[in-house]
């Protein structure tokens, strides 16, 4: 299995909207909070179209083609090294047939998230044997403080630390 290359301040970390988008105040504040949080820390933060652009009568962010776009656009920017997802909810897995797997082969990047996520990971896992992290999606960053989960999330992709705990 290919691991990618640990994340370091000055690194550009992505956010995309895989399932759900966020539309509540509540929820924006926490993604600005969490934006500045890491950037802080020395990392660019992008988020993609569809995370603030709300949600159909079903709960996506955009439709199938579309969040696939989104995705692959920052699995081919080799500026970005991780990538994000804004939330859980239900569809993930319809895009799955888009997904530029062989462009993530040849440029390996972490991609973090939980939930309806899990499709996402296991499919990228087990299709370009490229390692993949479930843990805190980007919403968890704008808490203060960051729970165990966060910190010990960004410790894995930032190669501080290889031990996977259960809070």
Not at 4 to 25: C, H, N
Not at 99 to 123: C, H, R
Not at 136 to 156: H, Q, R, T, Y
């Amino acid at each position: 299995m290919i691991f990618p290359k640990f994340i370091k301040p000055g690194d550009t970390i992505a956010v995309t909207a895989l399932s759900r988008g966020m539309e509540e105040e509540t929820e924006i504040i926490r993604f600005e909070s969490g934006k500045a949080a890491l950037e802080n820390l020395g990392y660019k933060v992008i988020f993609t179209d569809n995370v603030f652009a709300g949600n159909d009568r079903f709960g996506r962010s955009a439709p199938a083609k579309e969040k696939a776009r989104q995705l692959n656009k920052l699995i081919r920017d080799p500026s970005v090294r991780a990538i994000y997802s804004a939330g859980g909810g239900d569809f993930l897995a319809e895009i799955l047939p888009y997904v530029d797997v062989e462009a993530f082969k040849k440029d390996p990047k972490w991609i973090q998230g939980f939930s309806d996520n899990t499709s996402i990971l296991y499919y990228l896992a087990t299709k370009a044997d490229v390692a993949t992290a479930y843990g805190a999606n980007f919403g968890d960053f704008g808490m203060e403080p960051w729970g165990k989960s966060v910190k010990n999330g960004l410790a894995l992709l930032e190669g501080r630390t290889t031990k996977q705990t259960s809070f």
